[in-house]
Structure formats: structure tokens, C-alpha cells
């Protein structure tokens, strides 16, 4: 497909480009050093430990984000179950993820470090649902089977700011609960019954009725920093889990990096996939003018360079892009990206971006496409993902914004750069 397609571009891609600037972003570090024992200390809360009975078959729900330690986590909420008495194991929570099949989810937790032989817990995957609850307007709230004949469940997800809608409750436990949960069944369901920007509302009334017909013991949320590091570990009994959930999403606004700076050209994204984000790389990094929320910061372009191995090919987030390389386009898998997109009812997320052969033309493009700018003024960005942004580039028309805030540190000589290899 891609190599039939020749571009014309008037006037060429020939012309001076900025400089860039390596800078340090200085954001605060709450890093958790004992993971394992900060999980196993939550456990043993009175509230949390009595919700755990001798011989009960636990089943744990592990998403397919990339959450920092989510092995270690994983690990010690499995070992601290069975001190207790208890036969744990995990099953895929991430709806239509993977594709929606059996093989794919269980790939991507083995990806993330959750198997039987490093967890200690059997992983059961099936695409197989029961449907517990019908809510007053007919959507039916489906549940992994295995997870639903077990004598309880427990939850174990990050807790962040959602890449689509706003809310006191957006990405965590309750959003697993009814999305991930459900499978690709669970995820359609409630996908095509409510319109996204109704999910701060939604979700949590489909889990308010769902807890009333599961056993659901707990959920352990996760927060992370601004360096990707977990900050906060939190075991929440089921009858505080809405109140203590959004006091966690308030706790996430605050630590989560951010890119220090209004206004911005074109913002270069070295690579995207689902384990970093949901929607690839996440817009409450990168800004969605369309979407309200996501305002800030003001992006006119973005080129996406790649997508990562953990990905599987998946990119989901991509048509956010204005800009790609042809090495990103040949490392979609269209089928597993396009069960994410219809999912999500949201079919303007399957449109491909301008692909170009390589990181320079694309960003190239992206330049003489600006309004009234020229390219060597232009406000350029560079990032690796929209986890890892302690160090980031901008452009030599940036410095004097560098030079006025106490979060930044300009830390090389402005020089020329190729988009084409990695500087992180």
C-alpha cells in the first residue's frame, strides 16, 4: 500500500529547521521503593484481610496497561492471598484489547511479567462472558466468565486521568470493572450504549449495580509520578470504592508529568502503544483540541515516529497523529488495531495519517505545513513517549521559555537533529 504512494510536495522539503535543545523537566519524585512490601502492608489491612477467606478461589484482574511494577505488584497481592488461605488466580481484564482473543491478552501479560511461573498465580483467560446485570435501560453489564464463578474477585489496576472524558472517576478500578471485565462483549456493550463523554457518569452506575450481584472483595489502585514510578499503593474495600477511587484520580492529576509549555508547533512522539496509554500516547499530555478537558497544551501538529514492541502491533491512538513514518505504518496490525477502534464505536480513530518514508520527512512536512511560521521559528517538541518525559527536546526558539520556568533545565547546546535515530 504505502510504497504506491508517491507525494507531490510543492516547493519540496529542502529548508532550514531549528535546532534542538536537550531539557531537563524537574518534577517532584514520590517513588515507592518496597513495592512488594507496600502491597503486602495493604493487604494486611483489618478492612481489606477479613474480606479474604481460607480456601476461597480469588480471581485477580490485571489490565493491559504498562503499570510500573505491575509484576511485583501482581507477585505480592498473590503471595499475600495465599498466606492468608487463599487460591488466587489471574485472568485478562482489558475488554477488547489484543484484539479481543484469548492468545493476544495472555501475550500481553506474559509481556508485562504476569505469568503462572513469575506470580505464582495460574493464568485463566477465556473471551467467554456471563451478564450479571441489566441496567433500567436495557445495556447488559457483562463479566469474564472464569472471574464470575469464582468465590470472589479482586481488581488490581493504575488509577490516572482518562484519554477521552472527564470525570471524579475515570481510568482505575471501576473503569475495569465494567469495561475491562466485560471483555470485548462488555466493552461493546457499553461502548455503543453511551457516548464517552457520559463515562464519568456511566461506568460507575454500571459498577454501582454490578457490585450488588459479584462478590467483589477489593480493588488495588496505583498511582504513578511523574517519573513513571508507583507513588501510591491503596487496597479499597467494595463499599468505598467510588469515594476513595476519586480521591485517587485527584492524587494522579497532581503527580502526572506534563509537558511545560503552552503552546506548541509541531510535538514529535518517538514512539506510542497501549501499554503506555490507552489512546497510544496520551492527549492529557499532548492536548485534543476536540475534545473538552484536553485543551492544554495547544498542539497545531503532531508526528508520530513508531510503535513499540510491547504494542503488538496495535495503534490505537495513531489517527491522533497529523504526521507518521512508514516504519510505524509497516508495524500496524490492522485487525487487532481496529478491534480497539470499533469497541470504542469511535470510527474516526481508524483514519491513517500522511505516512512519509522516514522521521525526517515527516517531520519536514509537519513544518511547511504551519500557518504564518516559518520553520526556523517554529515551537518544536520532541518526546520519547508521553510516560518518559524527565528529559525532552525543544527547539532553539523555545529557550527563552526555558530560561523563565524553575521546572526546566536547558542541558545541551542547541544542535542539529535527525529524526531518523533515537537521542532519548
Known sequence: MFDNVQINIPGGLDF???????????????????????????????????????????????????????????????????????????????????????ENQTALLAGYGVT???????????????????LDDGTKVHMDKFAYEADGVILINRVKPHTNFRGSIESGIVKMMTIGMGKINGASELHGSYPMSNFGIALPNAAKHLLEKINFLFGVGLVEDAYDHTAIVEAIP??????????????????????????IDVLVIDEIGKEIS?????????????????????????????????????????????????????????????????????????????????????VRLALKTLNGIDPINARVVRIKNTLKLAEIYVSEPMLKDVDKNSMLEAISAPTLMSFNSSHF
Open 16 to 102: 532550514d529547521i531549528p535546532k534542538m535543545v536537550k531539557v531537563k523537566q524537574n518534577f517532584e519524585d514520590h517513588k515507592i521503593e518496597d513495592v512488594a512490601l507496600a502491597v503486602k502492608n495493604e493487604i494486611l489491612k483489618p478492612e481489606i484481610r477479613q474480606t479474604v477467606k481460607s480456601g476461597a478461589s480469588i480471581a485477580i484482574g490485571v489490565g493491559s496497561r504498562g503499570v510500573a511494577n505491575i509484576d511485583i505488584a501482581v507477585a505480592a497481592l498473590v503471595n499475600s492471598l495465599k498466606e492468608l488461605g487463599a487460591v488466587p488466580f489471574i485472568f485478562p481484564a482489558m475488554g477488547s484489547h489484543g484484539g479481543g482473543t484469548v
Open 116 to 134: 503462572e511461573d513469575k506470580v505464582g498465580a495460574e493464568v485463566r483467560a477465556t473471551m467467554e462472558t456471563v451478564v450479571p446485570v441489566t
Open 238 to 263: 467494595s463499599d468505598q470504592l467510588f469515594d476513595k477511587e476519586a480521591h485517587l484520580q485527584s492524587m494522579a492529576k497532581k503527580l502526572m508529568g506534563k509537558i511545560c509549555f503552552d503552546q
Open 278 to 362: 490507552g489512546g497510544g500516547c496520551d492527549p492529557n499530555i499532548t492536548g485534543n483540541k476536540n475534545e473538552p478537558g484536553f485543551e492544554k497544551p495547544n498542539v497545531s501538529k503532531i508526528v508520530l515516529l513508531d510503535l513499540t514492541d510491547k504494542t503488538k502491533g496495535n495503534a490505537t491512538g495513531f489517527a491522533a497523529a497529523d504526521v507518521i513514518t512508514k516504519k510505524l505504518f509497516d508495524k500496524i496490525d490492522f485487525p487487532t488495531t481496529y478491534a480497539n477502534v470499533v469497541a470504542s464505536s469511535k470510527l474516526e480513530g481508524g483514519k491513517i495519517p500522511i505516512p512519509m518514508k522516514d522521521g525526517d520527512e515527516a
